[in-house]
């Protein structure tokens, strides 16, 4: 397990782009987590911690793709003499001669001595003679040993997220259980005099809360351990309490609001106390200056207080952090789709821009992408109405209808 050094975010004194900065992450941090071993029912969403390899091949034996019959293909189209049969689990056991014939079901094993399965529906039966179609070609319809996965072979990388289909991959290879990273632990909180918890009254000037529901649900989707610490008034006493406990139970605290240099924004001064903080520029819209540091072991990562802000800073750097903390890699940048644009826009060269966007669909299937109408920073409706963003890259000045643009469906950001 690495250590963080507390100076790994000293801010770059230029503007940096979106890529520079993912790799100062990935040179500043090490992973944190330990390894544990768990059922495999329980290893949805957790991140590998060791390569796998096959303990076997699959499948371990030839076997028929489909219900028929098995022999040895000759070229003679004389009938075939039925002699026994092979299920899946109850083998026929035997080699078969040439002329002879096995009824055989999915999954059985082929006998010795036969390399050619017939499709019941296509062979006609008299009796107990068989007669397969005339254009068989030899290893028709045979799943031959070893053409899934080769005994020895590495299967699965240590960082990956294991999904469904993975899972699946590790019970195929006879594993119960699986070495994953421990959950990063992950604290949360928001700060603001305007916010209160979902559930209770609103006072005038008041807003619910919904940024700590946001990164709450982002970061357990992620595979992290989140710890809640509610919402911190504005005031630098509460907050440096709140955060000195985080810093103890965390690997990584995340805030939001409060970060700005107004007379209300008391988080840089907090954390400054506690530990270190600095501002990157990075050449990103939305998004402000980016506040990174440490208290003691953990990382600190500020968040701006507009939802829409504080999503794109997430997925894009708080994303990058935990997953190198929790897996070694980053994860970014993720590939995205490319998809002609339904819209239209204008843009500062230099600057990496994220809109909100939803692919449109018709009956030719996804023929394109929108953006949302307004690139108001604090619009919840257009994070609900999107389905991924489109990422604009900085030398790009101008969209029109019809251009190529790369889309990011939210669903990947998980990967
Ligand atoms: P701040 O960064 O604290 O100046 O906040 C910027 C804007 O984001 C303000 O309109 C805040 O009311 C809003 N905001 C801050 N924190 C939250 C939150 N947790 N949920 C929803 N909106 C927030
Ligand atoms: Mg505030």
Known sequence: ??????????????????????????????????????????????????????????????????????????????????????????????????GECV?????????????????????????????????????????????????????LKSGTRLRPMEIARLASLGYATVAVFQKLKVGILSTGDELTEPGKRLAIGQIYDSNRYLLKTLFKKLGAEVIDFGIIKDNPKSLQQTLSTAAKNCHMIISSGGISTGDEDHV?????????????????????????????????????????????CTVNFGFAIAN??????????????????????????????????????????ITGVKAYHSTGSSLISSLTWANGLIEIPEEITEIK???????IPFGELFE
């Open 103 to 155: 009824k055989i079901f999915t999954g059985a094993i082929i006998p010795d001595g036969a390399d050619t399965v017939a499709m019941l529906e296509d062979c006609k039966l008299d009796g107990e003679l068989v007669s397969p179609p005339p254009n068989l070609q030899i290893n028709s319809n045979i799943r031959k040993a070893g053409e899934d996965i080769n005994e020895g072979e590495t299967v």
């Open 268 to 312: 840089k001064q907090s954390v400054q106390k506690l530990g270190k903080l600095d501002f990157w520029r990075i050449a990103i819209k939305p998004g402000r200056p980016l506040a990174l540091g440490t208290i003691d072991d953990s990382v600190f990562l500020g968040l701006p207080g507009n939802p829409v802000a504080a999503l794109v």
């Open 401 to 407: 209808e019809g251009m190529q643009v790369r889309f």
């Open 324 to 365: 190198r903390l929790m897996r070694g890699d980053a994860g970014r940048p993720v590939p995205g789709v490319t998809l002609p644009a339904a819209f239209e826009m204008e843009k500062k060269a230099g600057r990496r821009e994220w809109l909100r966007g939803r692919y449109i669909t018709t009956q030719d299937g």
């Open 1 to 98: 397990m690495g250590k963080i050094p507390n100076d790994c975010f000293a801010a770059p004194e230029e503007m940096i782009t979106t890529e520079e900065a993912i790799a100062q992450i990935k040179h500043s941090l090490c992973p944190v987590t330990e390894i544990e071993t768990i059922s495999l029912d329980t290893a949805v969403g957790r991140i590998l911690a060791k390569d796998i390899k096959a303990p076997c091949s699959l499948p371990p034996f030839n076997n028929s793709a489909v219900d028929g019959y098995a022999f040895k293909l000759t070229g003679d189209h004389q009938p075939l003499q039925l002699i026994g049969r092979s299920a899946a689990g109850s083998p026929f056991g035997k080699p078969i001669e040439e």
